[in-house]
Structure formats: C-alpha cells, structure tokens
Nanobody
Framework: QVQLVESGGGSVQAGGSLRLSCAAS????????MAWFRQAPGNDRELVAF????????SYEDSVKGRFIISRDDAKNTVYLQMNSLKPEDTAVYYC????????????WGQGTQVTVSS
C-alpha cells in the first residue's frame, strides 16, 4: 500500500507559477510510475504528466508541454509538478497517482489539491 499526500496548490494570477509536491509513504519504492492528473468542474479527470520509474522518462499532455515539468526525488519519496505560465484553463483539482511498473491503471491516489488561476 502506498499513501500519497499532495501539497502546494493555491490561487495565482495568469502567468504565475506554482509547484505541487506529492509525498509518498507506506510501501514506498522507487519502482513506481508516478503521475499528475487534474479534474476541472464538469470535466473528466485527465492525465497531465507522468514520470516512469525507469530512467525517469517523462510525458506530458499537449496543453501543458513547455510550461509544466514533472520530476521525482526517490530519496525523498516525492514527485513534483512545476507549473509555469499558468492559464485560467489550468484551474482544477490536481491529483497525484502511482502505479507499479507492470500495472495498466493507476492504483494509488492522493486526496487532491486545488489550483485556481485567475485572469
């Protein structure tokens, strides 16, 4: 079992930056793929970015490419999402998620942290 706790959300004006953190505890291991999802009111949850455990290979949703950076610090059991040049459409609840390398779905989820971007 893995427990995930997000922090770092808040309110910011368009063009600003925020850094989200996700601290993992429990049966922690560096052999987990980690991801950030978000869900805006009335929308489905969408995958924003993920980082594989092997080689820390990363991938991003098109609308955040060049603005968001996902990273992991396995020594601290923490994954980060640096969000720059924020836009009002980035407003959502952001969730951290984890899965083992062979799983096809994310099995572990945090409680979410609100990000609000005003124009």
């Amino acid at each position: 079992q893995v427990q995930l706790v997000e922090s770092g959300g808040g309110s910011v004006q368009a063009g600003g930056s925020l850094r989200l953190s996700c601290a993992a505890s429990g049966s922690t291991s560096s052999n987990y793929d980690m991801a950030w999802f978000r869900q805006a009111p009335g929308n489905d949850r969408e995958l924003v970015a993920f980082v594989k455990w092997r080689y820390s290979w990363t991938s991003y949703e098109d609308s955040v490419k060049g603005r968001f950076i996902i990273s992991r610090d396995d020594a601290k059991n923490t994954v980060y999402l640096q969000m720059n040049s924020l836009k009002p459409e980035d407003t959502a609840v952001y969730y951290c998620a984890a899965k083992t390398m062979y799983a096809t779905t994310y099995d572990y989820w945090g409680q979410g942290t609100q990000v609000t971007v005003s124009s």
